[in-house]
Each structure stands twice: as C-alpha cells, then as structure tokens.
C-alpha cells in the first residue's frame, strides 16, 4: 500500500491507521487535512478515523491538505453569502408567526434551523482552528444566542407565538448581526 501527501509518496510501510496519522500529522505544518482518497474513494476524515477499516485491502491512500487560514476564509466567504438568506428565512417565519400562518411559519423555520446548524457549526470548526484569544469573544456571543435561541424555543413549544415572533426578529437576528460582524473580522484578519 502506497501513502500520499498531496500526490507526494511518503516512506511508510506501516498498516496502521494511528501510526499513518501520526506521520501525516507530523508533515501538515500550518495545514488540515481537507480530503481522503482510498484508492479512488473521497471519504470524510471523521469516517477514515472512527471506522474499522481493513487499510490492506487499498492499493494507496491519498491525503489532501489545506492551509489553515485559506479554509477558514473560503468557510468565511461561503457563510456570508448564505447569511442574508438566512437573516430572510428568520424574518419571513416571524412574519408568517405572527399572521397566524403557522403551517407555513413552521416549514420555512425548520429550513432556517438547518441554516443555523451549518452557520454555527462553521463557527465552531473555526473557533477550533484558531489558536487566538480573539475567539472568546465570539464563544461568549455564541453562549447568549444559544440562550436567546432556546428562549424562542420555549416560546415555540408553548404556541406563544407572537414571543416567539418578535424573539426571532429581535433578539436571535441581533445575534446573527454580531457574529456577522465578527466573521468579517476574521475574512479581514485571514
């Protein structure tokens, strides 16, 4: 079995998958691991580490890095496209909430939920890759909008829509406003 590097080939003969990632950890400099091929296969980096996999049965296993700072600028880039569609999705469930259109309230929520989901994981994942004090800022910002978030939630479970309403357009599009501002920081900074 052959080891890659971003096509360069790595002297190892070893099968094991800790020992493989080990080497390719010591090589990665200022860069992650952004794909993994096996063979001609593109798995997802969390499927190579967690599963049991039978590594001898691949003829090459191929590594793809990227730098550190150009993938939390393309994420960056990518989530400020997707922010105002985001900031629509909210500001139309509230709307529709509040005209008593709840079927349809509820169907474009639940999208923006999702918009969320991706928006705050990309936080995070950036949040891990910094190795800056400058992200406590924005882990406190993200504490208060899980609050602000979980206060909406409550509002929803009880049918208090009009609360829930105003907390979407108030409080949780302010949070997304300030988490904006701070991203923008970071796309500034990268």
Request: avoid cysteine; charge should be negative; charged fraction near 30%.
């Amino acid at each position: 079995m052959n080891i890659y590097l971003n096509k360069e080939k790595l002297e190892t003969h070893s099968n094991n998958k800790s020992e493989i990632i080990e080497i390719i950890n010591s090589k990665l400099g200022e860069e992650i691991i952004e794909k993994i091929y096996l063979d001609e296969v593109e798995v997802e980096y969390n499927y190579f580490l967690n599963n049991d996999l039978d590594l001898e049965r691949f003829d090459e296993i191929n590594f793809v890095s990227k730098d550190v700072n150009k993938l939390i600028t393309e994420s960056l880039q990518e989530a400020e496209i997707y922010l105002p569609k985001l900031k629509q999705g909210l500001i139309e469930s509230s709307q529709l909430f509040k005209t008593g259109d709840y079927n349809k309230a509820n169907e474009i929520f639940n999208r923006a939920v999702d918009g969320l989901e991706w928006y705050l994981n990309i936080l995070n994942s950036i949040i891990d890759l910094k190795e800056d004090t400058t992200v406590e800022e924005v882990e406190g910002l993200l504490k208060k909008f899980n609050m602000a978030l979980n206060r909406a939630m409550i509002s929803l479970n009880k049918k208090e829509y009009n609360n829930f309403a105003d907390l979407l357009e108030v409080e949780i599009i302010e949070y997304l406003d300030k988490l904006q501002s701070y991203h923008q920081e970071l796309v500034e900074e990268n």
